[in-house]
Each structure stands twice: as C-alpha cells, then as structure tokens.
C-alpha cells in the first residue's frame, strides 16, 4: 500500500492510539547522565497506515525495516528526535509533514527501532 495523501482522510479513521515519547537527560545520585525516554501524549488517536517494510543486510547483521505512517491532529511539537509507541513497537519517527499543505493534520512517518 502506498501512502497518499489525500482528501479521503477522516477523523474516523482515527482509530489507533498511540504513546508519544521525548528523550530526556536526567541525572542520577552520583551526577551521572542518564537517557531516558519520558512519555508527552498519551492515548493520542492516530491513524495507522503500514507503507512498506523488508529486511536489508548491513554488514553481516539482518536489519529489519518496518515503515509505517501516523495520521495525527495538528499539534505543535512533534520533532524527529521522538518516538511512537503504537501495539507493543517503538517507532522512530524520521520526518513530520502537514497532510493537504494544511494545519489540521500531520503525518509521522516512522521507521521502527530495535529492541
């Protein structure tokens, strides 16, 4: 299925929820770093759209590719440095773009990441 988009998006679609994530820095008891990832919506209603997927070879290690779209409501602050967790898969979200040029929905194109 190639992702399209179009004026056949409705807000009924939006059926998924999905968990939004940033990357925060914390410090521990002894002023160490730590990476966590803190949750920035919740139940969020998304739309679900898987566009394409496949294994590639890097090096000598099978990498799995699975690319999928999240049709979300226009909201300010979604960047390439969070993640979205949708059924158990935490996705990496590569690029935002405004469906239909407008500022009523965006689309986050997502690339899972490994475990």
């Known amino acids: 299925m190639i992702w399209r988009p179009g004026k056949s998006f409705r807000v009924g679609a939006m059926r998924q929820r999905i968990t939004v994530q940033s990357h925060a820095d914390t410090r521990d008891a002894a002023g160490q770093a730590v990476s966590t ?3 920035r919506l919740t139940n969020e209603p998304a739309r679900y759209l898987m566009t ?8 000598r290690q099978l990498e799995e590719n699975v690319i999928a779209v999240f049709e979300v409501r226009y909201r300010s602050g979604y960047d390439t440095t969070q993640n979205v967790i949708y059924d158990g898969v935490t996705y990496g979200i590569t690029r935002v773009e405004p469906v239909d040029g ?3 929905y ?5 690339k899972a990441r490994a475990a």
């Open 37 to 39: 990832w803190a949750d």
């Open 52 to 59: 394409g997927g496949g294994t590639t070879y890097r090096g």
């Open 102 to 104: 407008g500022r009523r």
């Open 106 to 110: 965006l689309a986050l194109h997502c």
